[in-house]
């Protein structure tokens, strides 16, 4: 199945309705990827076919959850979820913060040729950035309670944390102390045998 196909079933079966023109850039920011993937090595996934499916599929499984407001995604690596959610949410002020130089130069560069304006790059450890948003999200970023340790202070009053898990261990989840709630929310991303969820935390 070609790419562009395949993106296309994956988003009818996610129940998510986007142009023709956001489905090329998305498909856009994978050759992207997979060009600056051979010199500068931003993902163990090298098959932009497997691109497709564990980095814009799973990024957008989450969007129902997502807010149109704004995001700063912790750990974003080269982008992601951050920048599939931009493309997919125009109105979505999103911040793609990471420590790595390697992989923020091509964040940024992603951003400048796909005409994200509203996407904006910084080079920062999370505990270091001091900027708050009414969403914080990252995937595969660290346990729960080093996130809260390290990103909690992003979060504005009222704000939801969305942690992107793969597996969660109930150890994982004794970590998370008062006055955070969790809520476990289960995700099926298509063409991924895989299991998935989204932790959303929220401070009393």
Known sequence: MNHHDLLADGLQALGIDLSSAQQARLLDYVNLLHKWNAAYNLT???DPADMVVRHLLDSLSVLPHVQATEIIDV?????????PLALALPD??????????????FAKQAALE?????????QARAEQYR???????????ASLPDMLDVAGHLLAPGGRMLAM????????????????????????VPGLDERRQLIVLTRD
């Open 165 to 188: 898990k793969a597996v969660l261990t109930d150890i994982e989840m004794a970590g998370v102390q008062a006055p955070w709630q969790v809520q476990r929310i289960s995700l099926t």
């Open 75 to 83: 750990g974003t690596g080269a982008g992601i979820p951050g920048i």
């Open 131 to 141: 900027n708050v948003s009414p969403q914080v999200i990252s995937r595969a970023f």
């Open 44 to 46: 163990a996934v090298r």
């Open 92 to 105: 979505l002020q999103v911040t793609l913060l990471d420590s790595n130089g390697k992989k923020t130069r």
């Open 114 to 122: 796909l005409g994200l304006d509203h996407v904006k790059v910084v």
